[in-house]
C-alpha cells in the first residue's frame, strides 16, 4: 500500500509579533541600532527566535554583502544542520527572490551557497560546531563578514572568542541566539555584558508569548513541563537568566499527597531499565524503573555505603546485589537498558560477561552523563506526573529531597549540584539521572512529552 503524500507548503510564515519584528529588522537603516555590530535575541524556548533570526541574518548579508564569507554555529555541526541550517532552508524555499544550494562539503566542510535575486549578491555560509575547546582551531583562519552563534552559551568560550576574532570584514556583525542560562556563565561575564556595556550589542528579550505561531494550548503544555518557580520553568518559560540555588528538585515532596511518591504500583509492566552510580569508598547506588501506562515507576532502589556498612564489596558482589534488584514478586525481569557511568569501563565489562550466566543482568551500556540534559529530563516527567516513585526506594527519595546546588560552582558560571561522599543525595540522583535519559526518550517516541 503506497503512503499517502500530504500537499502542504515547506513553510508558513505568520504575522510577526513587535518582538519578531525587531529580530527581522534591527539591522535596517531606519532602526535606531543598526549601527551597533552585536544583537543577542535571548529568551525562553518557543519563542521563534532561531528561524526568524537566522532568516534576518541571511537577508542582513544579502543586501549589504556579496561573494563574502559567514558562518552559522551550534554546540555540533550536526545540530547545526538539524536546527539551523534545515529550518533556514525551508524558509528560504518560499522566498522567490532567493536559492539556497547546501553542500555536505566532505573535504572543504558543510556550507550553503544563497544567492539573492534582488540584490544580485552571492555569499557563503559555513557551518561549525562548538563542541570542546578543540573547535577553535576550525574556525581560525577564516576571514568572516558574519557570525551566528545558535545556544551560544553551550559553546566553549575559546570558540566564541576565536569565532568573533574572525570577523575582519567592514560592517561585520556578529548574532548571539540563546536561552538564559546563569548570570555569571561566562559568555554573560566575559562577552555579552560588556559589550551592551559599551553600548555595541543589541539585547532583546523575548518569550513564547511573543510568538503568534504558537495556540494558547500549546503554550500551556510547553510550560507545564517544568514546576512553576523552579530554575528551568524561570529559564525556559520566563526567559530570565537565573541562579540555581538551593534544592535541585525545590518542588519535590515526599508526602504521598503531593502525589510524586506513591503507595502501590502497577502489576504490569511493559519495560523495564536499570540505572546505577558505581563507587568502592563511595556510595553504589542502584535503581529499577518500570513503565506501565505511560508513566515510569522507580520501583526498587540498593544502596551500599561502604563507609557506613564498614565493609567494602567487590564487582562481584555488586553484580549479585544487581541480580537481585532486578526482579518483580521473586521472578527475574529483563531490563531494555543497565545504565553504567561512562568511566566505569571495568564494571561494564565485568556485567556483560556476567550477562553470560545471569541473564537479567542485560542490555549493558554506558550512560549519558550531561548534567543538565538529565536534570530536565526527570523535572520534566515529575511535572507531568510521568514519574512516580514507590515509597519503599529511601535511597532515591532522600536523593530527590536532599540534592543542592553547588554555590561555588554558580559563581564559576557552571550548573552543578553539590557533589558528596557517605550519605550523600548524589548518588542516587546520578543513578537516576542515567536512567531517566532513556526514560524520556521513550515517552518523547510514543508522543507523551515534548
Not at 131 to 157: V, Y
Request: aromatic share 10%; proline share 6%.
Amino acid at each position: 500500500m503506497q503512503a499517502k503524500r500530504i500537499n502542504k507548503p515547506a513553510f508558513i510564515w505568520h504575522p510577526p509579533s513587535d518582538k519578531q519584528k525587531e529580530i527581522l529588522y534591527w539591522w535596517t537603516p531606519e532602526s535606531p541600532n543598526h549601527d551597533k555590530s552585536y544583537f543577542e535575541a535571548e529568551g525562553s524556548v518557543r519563542c521563534g527566535k532561531t528561524v526568524l533570526a537566522t532568516f534576518s541574518y541571511v537577508n542582513w548579508a544579502s543586501f549589504n554583502f556579496d561573494r563574502e564569507e559567514f558562518a552559522l554555529c551550534s554546540k555540533t555541526i550536526g545540530t547545526c544542520i538539524r536546527n539551523v541550517v534545515m529550518p533556514l532552508r525551508k524558509a528560504l524555499s518560499v522566498e522567490p527572490n532567493y536559492n539556497a544550494d547546501f553542500k555536505r562539503g566532505r573535504e572543504e566542510g558543510p556550507h550553503i551557497v544563497i544567492t539573492n535575486l534582488d540584490s544580485g549578491s552571492e555569499n557563503i555560509f559555513w557551518v561549525f560546531g562548538g563542541k570542546d575547546e578543540s573547535s577553535q582551531d576550525l574556525i581560525q583562519g577564516k576571514t568572516l563578514a558574519g557570525i551566528l552563534f545558535d545556544e551560544a552559551p553551550l559553546m566553549p568560550q575559546s570558540f566564541i572568542n576565536q569565532g568573533l576574532a574572525r570577523l575582519s570584514v567592514e560592517g561585520a556583525k556578529a548574532w548571539f541566539l540563546n536561552n538564559p542560562e546563569t548570570p555569571t556563565h561566562k559568555l554573560y561575564v566575559e562577552t555579552i555584558d560588556p559589550l551592551q556595556e559599551a553600548g555595541k550589542l543589541h539585547y532583546l528579550h523575548i518569550t513564547m508569548d511573543d510568538n503568534p505561531a504558537l495556540s494558547d494550548e500549546a503554550k500551556n503544555r510547553i510550560k507545564s513541563q517544568w514546576p512553576v518557580g523552579s530554575v528551568l520553568y524561570r529559564r525556559y518559560v520566563l526567559g530570565e537568566r537565573a541562579a540555581a540555588e538551593g534544592r535541585v528538585f525545590p518542588f519535590f515532596d515526599e508526602q504521598p499527597s503531593a502525589g510524586y511518591v506513591v503507595e502501590s504500583v502497577p502489576d504490569h509492566f511493559t519495560e523495564y531499565l536499570v540505572g546505577l552510580d558505581y563507587g568502592i569508598s563511595n556510595p553504589f547506588v542502584a535503581v529499577l524503573w518500570g513503565l506501565s501506562g505511560g508513566i515510569w515507576y522507580i520501583l526498587k532502589d540498593f544502596n551500599w555505603d561502604s563507609a557506613k556498612e564498614k565493609k567494602q564489596k567487590s564487582n562481584p558482589d555488586y553484580i549479585e546485589d544487581l541480580a537481585r534488584l532486578i526482579t518483580r514478586n521473586g521472578k527475574p525481569v529483563f531490563p531494555r537498558k543497565i545504565l553504567i557511568p561512562p568511566e566505569e569501563n571495568g564494571f561494564i565489562r565485568d556485567l556483560k560477561r556476567a550477562g553470560q550466566t545471569k541473564p537479567n543482568i542485560c542490555g549493558v551500556d554506558a550512560a549519558d552523563n550531561k548534567i543538565m540534559p538529565g536534570i530536565e529530563d526527570l523535572t520534566t516527567l515529575f511535572s507531568l506526573g510521568r514519574l512516580k516513585i514507590l515509597h519503599t526506594c529511601p535511597a532515591t527519595i532522600h536523593g530527590f529531597n536532599n540534592l543542592l546546588w553547588d554555590a561555588k560552582k554558580q559563581q564559576q558560571g557552571s550548573d552543578m549540584y553539590v557533589k558528596g561522599g557517605s550519605g550523600a543525595p548524589d548518588h542516587a540522583c546520578d543513578a537516576n539521572r542515567y536512567t531517566c535519559r532513556p526514560a524520556a526518550k521513550t515517552l518523547r517516541q510514543m508522543g507523551l512529552i515534548l
